[in-house]
């Protein structure tokens, strides 16, 4: 592996920071957390995505000490921190409200922790002045939060839970108060500030687009566990389930029937009337019911049949979402399924190349899509 890229979780020699060793967590009858283990690295952007309900919140909770696991064990820093009260933990929550405090300053917003420790009133000074410069918020220091934009009170926010240079710091949905703009903005921001600083960061987010972007790895939930957990290209191009596809992007799920023709090739028979496909997988799966989860940018568009294509179906266009810089093309097939096409839009042109009801042919290569196991 090269020097430069960090993967600590492909290094069996590597230590995490924080493990999970099957952790469970009930409430009452409900189990929000389902024999969880994961390992968590230090100078990690990790990321839990997941829909509602999925134990993405549960398990930060228990990380910052608000809630204990019913079984298991959670040690940070080899240490397990169960028994450790919040306000004792090297770990700090920055939450999706921010929770500034009105009637105070920036700058004293910044500096109240550290008032709460020991800490001499000139290494005080002197260390909110790092965080205003790292956050760039120093011409807004004497400001109430009022007074400043949502995209710099959440910057206020992120440089208080950094002053006391916490090992972990937590964001619980940290950009949902944004809008669009704003929020992919400081995307960006805050991947600079996790580098820079090399503080762990475990950001709960629902917005998928949001954990691909800024995580170097995102762990997907559902129902209390992690499906998958593997750096944003990965979980993309090679999820491991038809959920975690299905979940990530958008994507064709054709089922059918595999059968191993040897090279890592396999046959599928999906449909009556319509030509067998062919795809490679590396990944070994049984003959039987399978799932091939394609995305829309890897199928061609066609009016005539490519001559010498892996694969190939002919439909017809019927609908179409203009996006501006894409174009998704709903083709129908004589069997009735729908499948999606992407193309870019890199010319300005009058009219698109399709249009509803147009007969065209969608292809794709035998290592387009991913092959799932039923």
Not at 27 to 47: C, P, Q, V
Not at 49 to 70: D, I, Q
Not at 326 to 348: D, M, W
Request: overall charge negative; glycine content about 6%.
């Amino acid at each position: 592996m090269p020097a430069d890229i960090f993967a600590p979780w492909d290094d069996p020699a590597a230590s995490p920071l924080i493990r999970f060793r099957n952790v469970t967590k009930r409430f009452g009858d409900f189990t929000a957390i389902d024999d969880l283990s994961i390992d968590i690295f230090e100078r990690e952007f990790f990321a839990l995505l997941g829909p509602s309900g999925c134990g993405k919140t549960t398990m930060m909770r228990m990380l910052a000490g608000f809630e204990t696991p019913t079984e298991g064990v959670i040690e940070l820093d080899g240490r397990n921190i169960a028994p450790v009260p919040p306000n004792k933990r090297p770990v700090n929550m920055m939450f999706q409200s921010y929770a500034l405090f009105p009637h105070l300053s920036v700058w004293d917003n910044i500096a109240f922790g550290l008032r709460r420790t020991d800490m001499a009133k000139d290494a005080i000074a002197a260390r909110v002045e790092d965080m205003l410069k790292l956050t760039r918020l120093e011409r807004f220091s004497r400001r109430k939060p009022h007074q400043i934009s949502g995209g710099q009170r959440q910057r206020v926010a992120l440089a208080r839970s950094l002053a006391k240079a916490p090992k972990l710091l937590l964001l619980d949905e940290p950009l949902g108060a944004l809008d669009k703009k704003l929020r992919q903005d400081t995307q960006f921001e805050l991947m600079d500030i996790q580098e820079s600083t090399g503080t762990t960061f475990v950001i709960v987010t629902h917005d998928q687009e949001e954990a691909m972007t800024v995580a170097s790895r995102v762990a997907v939930m559902d129902q209390g566990r992690i499906v998958q957990a593997a750096p944003p290209a990965r979980i993309y191009e090679e999820p491991n389930s038809v959920y975690v596809a299905d979940f990530i992007g958008e994507v064709n799920i054709i089922d059918g029937n595999a059968a191993y023709q040897g090279d890592d090739s396999y046959r599928i028979d999906w449909a009556e009337g319509l030509e067998p496909l062919t795809a490679h997988s590396g990944r070994r799966i049984e003959s039987g019911r399978c799932h091939l989860a394609i995305r829309p940018e890897k199928i061609a568009i066609s009016a005539e049949r490519p001559a010498d294509a892996a694969n190939a179906v002919q439909g017809k266009v019927h609908d179409i979402a203009y996006l501006g810089n894409i174009s998704t093309y709903h083709v129908a097939l004589p069997g009735g399924q729908l499948i999606k096409a992407q193309t870019a839009n890199n010319r300005r042109i009058a009219r698109r190349s399709f249009t509803w009801e147009d007969p065209v042919w969608l292809s794709w290569t035998a290592t387009a899509g991913v092959l799932l196991a039923e």
